[in-house]
């Protein structure tokens, strides 16, 4: 009878990483993204984004969008993060998946 609330414990302790991670991406968005990218994702068409919870960006990997934030890509300029804080914008631009 104690295994359950443990193994609650334990995934609940689990989750709360990747909450942090995607709530820090978000203030990091706001800062350096979004205003290109938009609050919601949805970026500016006529610049030739792919808004962000589309197929075509959610099928990427983690390392290939955190090389297109460190390294540009397209128009879009290399952005100075961390590698913490590019993780951090990963784990968020994952909540725009549709």
């Known amino acids: 009878m104690?295994?359950?609330?443990?193994?609650?414990?334990?995934?609940?302790?689990?989750?709360?990483p990747a909450f942090a991670s995607a709530a820090e991406g978000k203030a990091i968005y706001n800062t350096k993204c979004k205003m290109c990218h938009k609050a919601d994702g949805s970026g500016i068409p006529a610049m030739g984004m792919k808004p962000l919870g589309s197929a075509a960006v959610q099928s990427k990997t983690d390392a290939e969008l955190k090389k297109a934030i460190t390294g540009g890509i397209g128009k879009m300029r290399p952005q100075t993060v961390t590698a913490k804080q590019a993780d951090d914008l990963v784990e968020f631009i994952r909540t725009f998946k549709k």
């Not at 193994?7 to 302790?13: F, G, H, K, Y």
């Open 2 to 16: 104690r295994f359950l609330p443990v193994c609650a414990i334990l995934l609940a302790l689990g989750a709360v």
